[in-house]
């Protein structure tokens, strides 16, 4: 008999943990079926941003002024009509999405300001997601602002959505905070149900020769999950809710790790990105043999595994994991 692959997220019973993360396929309803085909056990939808939902809210007249205003609303943010989808029309996909697939869809809105654009929470319930995804892409430049000031805003964030839905809501977060295990749990008491880790942000490029800013946007490799999993690791089992890695999950081995480390999920993007939809059936494929192989019944019994609490070596995951590849590779250089 083969392996159990089902899982618990977010409240929601998956087949399995695969789940293709935000991005240009899961905006598309022919590609999101060919997913669902291949064995995705849910779908993010690509981010409603919060710029969308301002935009959406003013004026013609408004936008247009507005987009003429300062260099940065010119240069660098789209126009209502360069989105993907707008605010209505997003709302109308889920309506479709939820018609059409068999899978929880999770919705994603994406911000970093506690304003009036969350209460757009309420309709996405509305429409007929079966969570949402709150991404959480902050620079903090401010010279004025302090850490606490910046984590206190997303814990009001997180608030200001919890208080508008009923839906199950997780916070993706990036890697860059202070203490990510005490934000964490501020988030879960704030009322988050699940953590995604982590968000990628897309550093800008210079272009020396057009004196320019160039923008590029560059996959993920296997590589990128090791930072992934060391906070799930941290995390797991120490922090309510569940656990998500998003960033570096290409095959099912590293898919595995995930789980081991404590996650209850996985999102693919990049890897669905470069090798189409179908890639998920192949994922799974060798998460399962693997277990098969190692002679587990279910991916309950591999989950958390190698967290902090039961790794045999837990402070590789600390400091020691540092120390000794530093005094190792000095050994051998020697």
């Not at 919060?50 to 940065?72: A, C, K, V, Y």
């Not at 929470?121 to 991404?135: K, T």
Request: hydrophobic letters at 40%; glycine letters at 8%.
């Amino acid at each position: 008999m083969s392996p159990n692959l089902s899982t618990r997220y977010l409240g929601l019973h998956l087949a399995n943990p695969v789940v293709p993360g935000a991005s240009p396929l899961t905006g598309n309803l022919d590609q999101v079926r060919r997913l669902e085909d291949a064995g995705a056990a849910a779908i993010v939808m690509h981010s409603l941003f919060e710029e969308q939902i301002e935009l959406e809210n003013r004026t013609h007249d408004s936008i247009g002024m507005h987009g003429e205003s300062s260099f940065e609303a010119a240069s660098y943010l789209p126009r209502p009509h360069e989105f993907v989808l707008g605010p209505d029309a997003y709302l109308e996909r889920i309506a479709a999405l939820k018609h059409a697939l068999g899978i929880p869809v999770i919705a994603s809105l994406n911000g970093h300001t506690d304003s009036g654009w969350l209460s757009h929470a309420r309709l996405i319930e509305q429409a007929g997601a079966d969570a949402l995804e709150l991404n959480v892409y902050v620079v903090a430049h401010d010279p004025q602002l302090t850490s606490l000031d910046v984590e206190d805003a997303l814990v009001r964030m997180v608030e200001h959505v919890v208080r508008e839905t009923r839906l199950p809501v997780a916070v993706k977060l990036s890697p860059y905070w202070t203490s990510l295990t005490h934000l964490a749990r501020r988030l879960v008491a704030a009322g988050a149900r699940g953590l995604v880790l982590f968000n990628r942000f897309y550093q800008p490029d210079i272009d020396p020769e057009r004196l320019d800013v160039a923008l590029r946007l560059r996959h993920s490799d296997s590589q990128a999950l090791l930072l992934r999993l060391r906070w799930l690791a941290l995390l797991s089992g120490r922090v309510e809710g569940s656990l998500a890695a998003s960033g570096g999950v290409h095959t099912g081995l590293d898919a595995l790790k995930a789980v081991m480390a404590g996650a209850h999920g996985v999102q693919l993007v990049s890897s669905l990105l470069q090798r189409g939809p179908e890639h998920i059936a192949q994922v799974r494929s060798e998460l399962e043999r693997w277990l098969e192989e190692h002679e587990y019944d279910s991916l309950a019994q591999a989950h958390g595994s190698m967290d902090l609490a039961r790794s045999p070596d837990p402070e590789s995951y600390e400091r020691g994991n540092y120390i000794r590849i530093l005094q190792g590779y000095s050994r051998e250089r020697v």
